[in-house]
């Protein structure tokens, strides 16, 4: 019994790896609509209906990496690259501050330009500008070296998911050089370091199974992340997966709430690649447990360049608007839109 799993999951927390593969399988819709009002109950007792908001943007499209899946992969010579300057950077901040973010997140490829002191110097500025605002970073692996002088300049969070624990999967997505060992190094050192860390994964990657599923959800309960992204991978049509189907928003969605479940105080984005399978993805996010979401701050002359996979939703309106329908389609929900860091924090 499915519903039993998700109530054991609520009180628990955690599932052996047959309950995981049992519970994952084929589901209902009234299953996975059971595990949205277990995970939504859960969040609106722990966060109320408040939305977390965060600035994203996108400040450079160059990467060293080869990740079959991406659309910046360095093969993909199709992709216009682009890097944002330090003026043009806090310029988005600026911007954002405005519009009441208090969390920016710097996501971008593995870029070399992007040394130490450059990443340092650019964390420093915006936390002497915006104080009391919370900086993430989302710039792929580093050395333990590196993560540390990021929190000593005042970064605050790091997003980098694991994208899945299964090692042979691993290698199926990505290129030789990278491997799941590292990745799982600088998932720990950064938790070590000190910040609010990010894993994650993408559902419905190629070659993914519920088996493969399984093991990332048992990694999650395992890491404790203090926050989780997940999202249904899209194809790229410059990429070697241009021909595998999008993950299923339905899986995607259990999933999401079974991250709930397990991980009560988490901080849960409901992701732009939800709201880009479907324009409603992101309240349903909500509604399966998510707390977050992540507006694109980015300037609107690089918004298409972009891109980790086709169709990307929001590429189109400029920060105030986007922050605007957002705000408009969670309010439609009955949610708000809070304004504050939104710091991970126990009960
Ligand atoms: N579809 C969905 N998500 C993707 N990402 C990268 N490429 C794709 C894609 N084609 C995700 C990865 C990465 C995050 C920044 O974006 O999980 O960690």
Request: charged share 30%; proline share 3%; with cysteine.
């Given at each position: 019994m499915?519903?039993?799993?998700?109530?054991?999951?609520?009180?628990?927390?955690?599932?052996?790896?047959?309950?995981?593969?049992e519970?994952?399988?084929?589901?209902?819709?009234?299953?996975?609509d059971?595990?949205?009002?277990?995970a939504?109950?859960?969040?609106?007792?722990?966060?109320?209906?408040?939305?977390?908001?965060?600035?994203?943007?996108?400040?450079?499209?160059?990467?060293?990496?080869?990740?079959?899946?991406?659309g910046?992969?360095?093969?993909?010579?199709?992709?216009?690259r682009?890097?944002?300057?330090?003026?043009?950077?806090?310029?988005?901040?600026?911007?954002?501050?405005?519009?009441?973010?208090?969390?920016?997140?710097?996501?971008?490829?593995?870029?070399?330009?992007?040394?130490?002191?450059?990443?340092?110097?650019?964390?420093?500025?915006?936390?002497?500008?915006?104080?009391?605002?919370?900086?993430?970073?989302?710039?792929?692996?580093?050395?333990?070296?590196?993560?540390?002088?990021?929190?000593?300049?005042?970064?605050?969070?790091?997003?980098?998911?694991?994208?899945?624990?299964?090692?042979?999967?691993?290698?199926?997505?990505?290129?030789?050089?990278?491997?799941?060992?590292?990745?799982?190094?600088?998932?720990?050192?950064?938790?070590?370091?000190?910040?609010?860390?990010?894993?994650?994964?993408?559902?419905?990657?190629?070659?993914?199974?519920?088996?493969?599923?399984?093991?990332?959800?048992?990694?999650?309960?395992?890491?404790?992340?203090?926050?989780?992204?997940?999202?249904?991978?899209?194809?790229?049509?410059?990429?070697?997966?241009?021909?595998?189907?999008?993950?299923?928003?339905?899986l995607?969605?259990?999933?999401?709430?079974?991250?709930?479940?397990?991980?009560?105080?988490?901080?849960?984005?409901?992701?732009?690649?939800?709201?880009?399978?479907?324009?409603?993805?992101?309240?349903?996010?909500?509604?399966?447990?998510?707390?977050?979401?992540?507006?694109?701050?980015?300037?609107?002359?690089?918004?298409?360049?972009?891109?980790?996979?086709?169709?990307?939703?929001?590429?189109?309106?400029?920060?105030?608007?986007?922050?605007?329908?957002?705000?408009?389609?969670?309010?439609?929900?009955?949610?708000?839109?809070?304004?504050g860091?939104?710091?991970?924090?126990?009960?």
């Amino acid at each position: 019994m499915k519903k039993d799993l998700i109530l054991k999951l609520e009180e628990t927390h955690t599932l052996s790896h047959t309950e995981w593969l049992e519970l994952l399988g084929d589901f209902t819709d009234e299953e996975r609509d059971f595990a949205a009002e277990r995970a939504r109950e859960l969040t609106e007792r722990r966060f109320g209906r408040r939305i977390y908001f965060r600035g994203i943007i996108e400040f450079t499209n160059y990467c060293r990496n080869d990740c079959l899946y991406c659309g910046i992969r360095r093969s993909n010579g199709n992709a216009v690259r682009y890097r944002l300057t330090e003026e043009e950077i806090l310029e988005c901040c600026r911007e954002g501050y405005g519009l009441g973010y208090r969390t920016f997140v710097l996501q971008g490829g593995e870029d070399a330009y992007f040394t130490d002191e450059r990443l340092c110097g650019l964390i420093k500025r915006i936390k002497s500008d915006y104080p009391e605002c919370a900086v993430t970073l989302s710039v792929g692996e580093r050395s333990r070296e590196s993560y540390e002088a990021l929190y000593k300049s005042g970064a605050d969070r790091y997003l980098l998911r694991h994208e899945t624990a299964n090692c042979l999967l691993y290698g199926k997505l990505h290129p030789a050089e990278l491997s799941l060992s590292n990745r799982m190094r600088c998932l720990r050192d950064l938790k070590e370091i000190g910040f609010q860390t990010g894993a994650g994964m993408m559902i419905g990657a190629p070659f993914s199974t519920t088996e493969t599923l399984a093991e990332d959800m048992e990694f999650l309960a395992d890491f404790k992340p203090q926050m989780v992204g997940v999202g249904p991978f899209i194809p790229h049509k410059d990429t070697p997966f241009r021909d595998y189907p999008s993950g299923g928003e339905k899986l995607t969605l259990f999933v999401l709430s079974l991250v709930r479940l397990m991980l009560p105080d988490v901080l849960l984005p409901a992701t732009t690649a939800l709201g880009t399978v479907d324009g409603r993805g992101r309240q349903l996010g909500v509604l399966a447990g998510c707390n977050v979401v992540m507006p694109n701050l980015s300037p609107l002359s690089v918004r298409k360049k972009y891109l980790l996979y086709d169709g990307k939703t929001g590429v189109d309106s400029d920060a105030a608007e986007g922050l605007r329908i957002l705000g408009k389609q969670m309010e439609e929900i009955g949610y708000e839109v809070f304004v504050g860091r939104g710091d991970f924090s126990e009960k």
